[in-house]
């Protein structure tokens, strides 16, 4: 029998993994013990829980191990590789959720500031499935988007030179004039090293380069360098910031989330739709490295959201139905904590923060809509109540 161990918070991993699979366990804040890791043939892991030497002892008969995200840099691959680990990702998964978020606070910030969207321009740094699916959205309601990505340029040029047909091969902005965009969002793995780095990839010199209405980071942690942003934001060069993800996350550092305008505590991709994709891509790729057939999987239906038929401004219905505000308010409550309390605080946030329905599957009336016609471009349903 094969034993997987999977980290608890995992969406419904029990209803997609194969019925003849042993599924054990862990609470993701202690983590695995030594005794469970050992019995394991596969871990499923979140980016809460590092994978490498100091985690996976050297008796352990792992095979496979999963991640439910895009991002890898909490697994060794490396030393995985070495020990003969096989490695899954769920790349894409929570790329609608992200685009949600950020369209979400931008027109959160241009409420704010009273200014039309589609007066802006946003530079998206990362043009993979999370970064492509944020500039369609923010296209969809306006802003003229520029995408930044020499690395898949490279990439899909390489391709193309093999003889393989490309015939859309992706050809990256350039970077003056990505960084003379109002809005910066990244969306791009943490790299520390390499010709394609991004740890502080939004460093100073970039920031400094041109006035920037909005800074977004929803990536990795250390992607942007918070004290540059902090220091472009006192003198006014940022008018704001959007943070998810966190320097030396879980421990964020105070100053900066003071100063954001949305700090959120990692969870832009966290929706029911995201979480299911994650646990089947997961699960797909654990079964066909064990030989097992896919079971079948549930299937959700549509949500209807039934708001008042009253003249509420856009920004009060965008926060009933995304949760980024309360998230907010959430995260806030940990600042000024010593860092003991502060980092369990954040991961605890995580893992209990109610998972959300994205926008194409919530259905809102069309006397709504109607006086909001950006909701229907930010892929609402719009239903009939009559």
Not at 149 to 166: C, Q, W
Not at 220 to 236: F, K
Request: glycine share 6%; with cysteine.
């Amino acid at each position: 029998m094969i034993t997987v161990l999977a980290d608890q918070h995992h969406y419904h991993l029990d209803k997609y993994l194969h019925p003849s699979i042993h599924l054990a366990t862990y609470d993701p804040l202690p983590g695995w013990s030594n005794e469970q890791i050992i019995q394991a043939d596969a871990v499923l892991v979140r980016t809460t829980n590092p994978l490498n030497s100091d985690t996976l002892p050297p008796n352990s008969r792992l095979r496979f191990a999963g991640t439910a995200s895009a991002g890898r840099d909490h697994l060794d691959e490396p030393f995985l590789k070495d020990r003969g680990v096989q490695i899954a990702d769920a790349k894409g998964s929570n790329a609608r959720s992200v685009s949600e978020y950020v369209a979400v606070a931008v027109l959160s910030c241009c409420d704010e500031m009273n200014i039309s969207p589609a007066s802006l321009t946003a530079g998206i740094v990362g043009a993979g499935f999370t970064g492509s699916a944020t500039a369609a959205l923010l296209e969809q309601i306006g802003i003229s988007c520029r995408l930044f990505d020499p690395p898949r340029e490279e990439r899909e040029r390489n391709i193309s030179e093999t003889g393989e047909k490309k015939p859309d091969r992706f050809k990256s902005a350039s970077l003056e004039d990505v960084l003379a965009c109002d809005i910066i969002s990244h969306h791009v793995p943490l790299e520390r090293s390499g010709v394609y780095a991004t740890w502080h990839w939004c460093n100073e010199e970039k920031i400094r380069s041109a006035p920037k209405r909005i800074v977004v980071n929803a990536s990795r942690g250390g992607v942007v360098d918070e004290m540059a942003v902090r220091d472009a934001l006192r003198d006014g060069h940022v008018s704001m910031f959007i943070c998810d993800v966190w320097e030396n996350e879980p421990v964020f550092a105070d100053a900066t989330a003071k100063q954001s305008f949305l700090a959120t505590p990692h969870i832009a991709g966290y929706s029911i739709e995201a979480k299911r994709k994650a646990t089947e891509m997961m699960c797909d790729q654990l079964h066909r490295f064990f030989g097992f057939k896919d079971p079948e999987t549930p299937v959700s239906e549509p949500q209807r959201e039934h708001l008042p038929d009253d003249d509420r401004p856009l920004i009060d219905i965008l926060r009933l139905l995304h949760p980024a505000f309360s998230y907010d308010a959430s995260l806030r409550t940990l600042i000024g904590l010593p860092a003991d309390e502060k980092g369990p605080g954040f991961l605890k946030l995580r893992q209990n923060t109610p998972l959300r329905k994205e926008f194409p599957e919530i259905g809102i009336p069309a006397a709504v809509t109607d006086r909001h016609p950006v909701l229907e471009q930010l892929g609402f349903r719009v239903i009939d109540t009559m």
